[in-house]
């Protein structure tokens, strides 16, 4: 049972770099979320899915975009990273409106 | 998005029932009370959650007040591993997952 599965684990960007996180779930979930947490505070909602092929703007979504192309994956996009964006990623899957299954979380950091 | 109000902190003794509470006052008819908590340098982790009725599991118990407008979480025997922050969410029709501040619970050997 893989559960949720993020990748990478731990990342180091420099300013101004592009990357893409993965969140892969083999449960069969509906809805998909993408959260931030920064030192010392709770989680942040970025994006979050609730099917393929959508998606809705969270919390904090500017400087992030977001694609749910298949059903197991959503994956999280930094087109310019900025150091602000220095944090740690979740990702979650759910069914409807049931238990939420987390990742383990991506350290990135953007220098 | 429902806001939920929870103390920053609590603390407990080993082996000590535990009540965290939570108020949810602008709770709607639809909304689901989730609780989550996120040990040290983890994800966060499903502890149980309700609709209406009391709600039992092998982490945890539910009690939700007869006008939902609060909840309690309750930990039948707190051990050094419940030390954690524990969220009070309300799931929405809309599925917005989101978090607040959470409680701190302390447990104390």
């Known amino acids: 049972n893989a559960g949720v599965t993020q990748t990478p684990k731990f990342r180091v960007l420099k300013t101004g770099q592009s990357m893409t996180l993965l969140c892969a779930q083999d449960?069969?979930?509906?809805?998909m979320y993408w959260y931030r947490q920064d030192p010392g505070m709770g989680l942040r909602l970025i994006h979050y899915?609730?099917?393929?092929?959508?998606?809705a703007k969270g919390e904090v979504p500017d400087g992030y975009n977001v694609s749910r192309l298949k059903k197991q994956n959503f994956l999280l996009g930094l087109e310019s990273a900025a150091p602000s964006q220095t944090s740690v990623y979740f990702c979650?899957?759910?069914?409807?409106?049931?238990?939420?299954?987390f990742g383990q979380g991506t350290r990135l950091t953007v220098v | 998005d429902a806001k939920t109000t929870q103390p920053n902190s609590m603390e407990s003794n080993e082996e000590e029932p535990v009540h965290l509470p939570c108020n949810h006052s602008?709770?709607?008819?639809?909304?689901?009370i989730h609780w989550y908590r996120q040990l040290p340098s983890q994800g966060p982790e499903y502890v149980i959650h309700?609709?209406?009725s009391n709600v039992n599991n092998r982490m945890a118990s539910l009690a939700i007040a007869e006008d939902r407008k609060s909840s309690t979480l309750i930990l039948h025997r707190a051990t050094l591993r419940d030390a954690a922050v524990y969220y009070c969410?309300?799931?929405?029709?809309?599925?917005?997952?989101?978090f607040g501040k959470g409680t701190l619970l302390t447990v104390n050997p």
């Open positions: 979650a899957s759910s069914r409807y409106r049931v238990e939420a299954f």
């Open positions: 449960m069969n979930h509906e809805y």
């Open positions: 899915s609730v099917g393929e092929g959508t998606t």
């Open positions: 602008t709770i709607s008819g639809t909304d689901y």
């Open positions: 309700g609709l209406t």
């Open positions: 969410i309300l799931l929405r029709s809309n599925y917005k997952l989101t």
